[in-house]
C-alpha cells in the first residue's frame, strides 16, 4: 500500500474574476521507500499541489474536492488538532526560501528544539543534546548551535531546515525547490546530502525543482504537471531516456546535456495558459507541435502506455 495517495484533487483560488483552477484533477502516489519529482514550469500547480499535502492551502485557496491519503487517513477532512499533530511529526517539508522561513530572532538550536519538544514530549535538555546531533547530520558543527540564521549562509540554512524538518523522523519529507538560488558547489553537497538521508532514515521524498539535473540525480519517479494538470509519469529512466508527452519531451529538449554531440536548445512556443480559463481539451494543445482537432475538443484521459502514464490523444 502507498504511503501517500492523492486522488483527483482539484484546488481553486477564488478571486473576483472567477476560480483560479491551480489543481485540476491531480492523482498520485508515493511508495514507502521511493523519492518522487515534480516538475513543470512557474505556475503549473506544482507548489500548490504539495502544499495541500500538509494542508497550508488557506484563503482565497480552497481544496473543492478530492482526496488526500497519508497512511491511511484523508487529510482533507482533519481537525486542526490533528493537521497540527501530523506536521513535523507525519510529514515535514523544507522550504524553498530559507531564510524567509528560519525565524531570525531564534537561534537555530531553539528553532530545532521547539520542533522536537512541541512533537516527541521529552525534556529540553534532552532535545538540546538532540538538536546537535540532527546538525552534525546534516553537516555542521554542533558547536554553532547557538549561531542565529544570518550567521549562515545560503546553502548552510537549507541544511538547518532539513535538519529541522528530520527532527522527529517524519514519514515523509517534503522539498520545495531545495536547492535553488545556491552554487553548483553547494547544490551538489545538498543532493549528496539528501540521497544520504534517504538512505540513513529510510525517508520517502516528494521533491519540486524546475532543474531536470537535480531530478535525475536524487528522484526514482517523475510526474511531470503542466496548468494544473498531470502530464506523464515515469521512472526518471524511463521518462529521460523515452518521454511520451510532447510537453515532456519539450522539456528535455530545452536542457542542455554535457554528453554526446553538441545541439541547439529548443524552447516551447508560447506561454502557459491562464487558470481562471484554461484551453478546451488537452491543455497543452495550444503549444503542442503535433495537436490535432480532438486535442482541442477532448481533454486526455491519463493512461497507461510502454511503463509511462501519459494523457495525450497520440497514445489513446
Not at 488538532?81 to 501530523?86: D, F, H, S, V
Not at 511531470?224 to 522539456?251: C, F, N, R
Request: hydrophobic content about 40%; glycine content about 8%.
Amino acid at each position: 500500500m502507498a504511503l501517500l495517495e492523492v486522488k483527483n484533487l482539484e484546488i481553486h483560488y477564488i478571486t473576483r474574476k472567477g476560480a483560479v483552477k491551480a489543481v485540476d484533477g491531480v492523482s498520485l502516489s508515493v511508495e514507502q521507500d521511493e523519492t518522487l519529482g515534480l516538475i513543470g514550469e512557474s505556475g503549473c500547480g506544482k507548489t500548490t499541489m504539495v502544499f495541500s499535502i500538509m494542508n497550508f492551502v488557506t484563503p482565497p485557496g480552497r481544496i473543492v474536492g478530492g482526496e488526500i491519503i497519508f497512511d491511511g487517513r484523508n487529510i482533507v477532512t482533519m481537525s486542526r488538532e490533528e493537521i497540527r499533530l501530523l506536521r513535523g511529526k507525519g510529514i515535514a517539508m523544507v522550504f524553498q526560501a530559507a531564510q524567509n522561513a528560519l525565524n531570525p530572532v531564534l537561534s537555530i538550536g531553539k528553532q530545532i528544539v521547539e520542533e522536537i519538544v512541541e512533537h516527541e514530549g521529552i525534556s529540553k535538555e534532552k532535545a538540546w543534546v538532540r538538536a546537535k546531533e540532527q546538525l552534525e547530520l546534516v553537516g555542521i558543527s554542533s558547536r554553532r548551535i547557538k549561531n542565529f540564521p544570518h550567521e549562515f549562509s545560503g546553502g548552510m540554512k537549507q541544511r538547518v531546515m532539513i535538519a529541522i524538518a528530520t527532527a522527529c523522523n517524519p514519514r515523509l519529507l517534503l522539498m520545495d525547490e531545495p536547492v535553488t538560488g545556491l552554487d553548483v558547489i553547494v547544490q551538489r553537497q545538498l543532493l549528496v546530502l539528501i540521497k544520504d538521508l534517504k538512505e540513513k532514515l529510510g525517508l520517502p521524498i516528494i521533491l519540486i525543482t524546475h532543474d531536470l539535473s537535480v531530478i535525475a540525480e536524487t528522484c526514482d519517479r517523475v510526474a511531470v504537471m503542466y496548468a494544473g494538470k498531470i502530464m506523464e509519469q515515469a521512472s526518471t529512466v524511463d521518462l529521460y531516456g523515452d518521454p511520451l508527452h510532447p510537453y515532456s519531451q519539450a522539456l528535455i529538449n530545452s536542457y542542455p546535456s554535457i554528453e554526446g554531440k553538441k545541439k541547439e536548445l529548443t524552447s516551447i512556443p508560447g506561454a502557459p495558459p491562464r487558470l481562471i480559463d484554461p484551453p478546451s481539451g488537452c491543455r497543452f494543445h495550444p503549444r503542442c507541435p503535433n495537436a490535432m482537432d480532438i486535442c482541442r475538443k477532448k481533454e486526455p484521459l491519463l493512461i497507461e502506455k510502454d511503463g509511462h502514464l501519459v494523457a495525450c490523444h497520440l497514445y489513446n
